[in-house]
């Protein structure tokens, strides 16, 4: 289907339509377009006379997921649409009003609207971009393509994997679920961004009911991630302690970027043993908070470097433990922290989390 939409001449969207109830579902009534006329008398006596009219909701440069995204935009919070959006040369997106994107430019029939997420792919994937900015740009896709919503869960690496092949032909470098081989380390540094259900009282970044990717990808969890390396908080570069020795995944299909069978990771580093303690959980907190506590010595702390104290500090995993099985409400388990990077400033300190799964 990604070469159908990247072959296309327009992809016409009917974005505001939950079902196939067609491109006009929602076409703004003509009453509420009209302008409204405002007259009055300046401060010295003058006549205006001001013609206005009612503000439109861009949805589509907001955050993907937001319930009015959800509401307005349905065909926009699906999975599969993010890479037809991505590939196709021109979209004509059907809503309360008429948007186009295509390669060069987007507007809209009010001129407000924003988005330039298909013009910033295309320039990102120009020969002359580098693979600094095509990574920054492949783990942006990522954050907001897992916020997107799939009928079929095991749809979560194929769902990108027209997008993934357009990478490839630039980068040159072998896909791990999700992952590049040439930029693993920095690709690691992804943490669950949970975000409570709208409907029910708990999280809803979980694993999938079946396996479908190792727990060191972003795929390995149902729900949206982010990756730290594009926040603001590590602006003052990365510095990683950990190298990798071996990585593979192995093709469920005859798709290279599709679905996996299996993978591995094989890496060097310094290994902790830490305390992972559950955050006593009050009726209106979510039951997802935890916090770390080293429990080696002052001599380990210190081999592992000086400024690496995290006692006692927030703790992100990449699922509901509790749910789970894996620890009880209130208590605490001992894991191995591998140190992947940290940052000085401020100071912040990245664990491999699926060490933090390993137990005793
Ligand atoms: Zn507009």
């Given at each position: 289907m990604a070469n159908i939409f990247e072959n296309s001449f327009l992809t016409l969207a009917a974005s505001t339509a939950a079902d196939d109830s067609g491109l006009f579902f929602q076409k703004m009534d003509v009453e509420s377009s009209k302008a409204v006329e405002l007259t009055g008398s300046t401060a010295d006596g003058r006549p205006y006379c001001i013609y206005a009219r009612r503000p439109i909701h861009h949805y589509l440069d907001d955050d993907i997921l937001g319930s009015h995204v959800t509401s307005n935009w349905p065909l926009i919070t699906r999975a599969w649409v993010f890479q037809e959006r991505l590939l196709a040369p021109r979209v004509l997106h059907f809503g309360k009003e008429l948007v186009w994107e295509c390669r060069e430019a987007s507007y809209c029939e009010c001129l407000g609207a924003s988005h330039r997420l298909k013009i910033s792919h295309t320039a990102s994937l120009?020969?002359?971009?580098s693979d600094s900015a095509l990574h920054d740009h492949w783990r942006s896709l990522v954050m907001e393509f897992t916020w997107l919503r799939l009928t079929?869960?095991?749809d979560r690496l194929p769902a990108l994997s027209g997008a993934a092949k357009k990478f490839q032909m630039q980068l040159g470098s072998r896909y791990l679920a999700g992952l590049w081989d040439d930029n693993i380390l920095e690709g690691l540094l992804w943490y669950a961004a949970p975000e409570r259900g709208q409907e029910e009282q708990r999280y809803y970044t979980h694993r999938p009911s079946?396996?479908?990717?190792?727990?060191?990808?972003?795929?390995?969890?149902e729900g949206p991630i982010q990756y730290v390396s594009n926040t603001k908080a590590w602006t003052s570069g990365i510095e990683y302690n950990a190298v990798v020795i071996a990585a593979e995944c192995i093709p469920a299909s005859a798709d290279p970027t599709g679905a996996i069978l299996k993978g591995h990771l094989v890496m060097k580093g310094n290994i902790t043993r830490a305390l992972l303690r559950h955050k006593k959980s009050f009726p209106d907190q979510p039951s997802c908070s935890y916090t770390v506590t080293w429990l080696a010595g002052r001599r380990d702390r210190v081999r592992i470097g000086s400024n690496f104290t995290v006692n006692g500090h927030d703790a992100n995993v990449d699922f509901d433990l509790i749910e789970s099985g894996l620890i009880k409400p209130d208590s605490d388990m001992e894991v191995h922290c591998l140190r992947l990077a940290s940052t000085q400033s401020p100071l912040r300190t990245f664990c491999l989390d699926v060490a933090l799964l390993l137990g005793a």
């Open positions: 120009l020969s002359s971009s079929h869960e095991n079946e396996w479908r990717s190792p727990s060191w990808s972003w795929a390995s969890v």
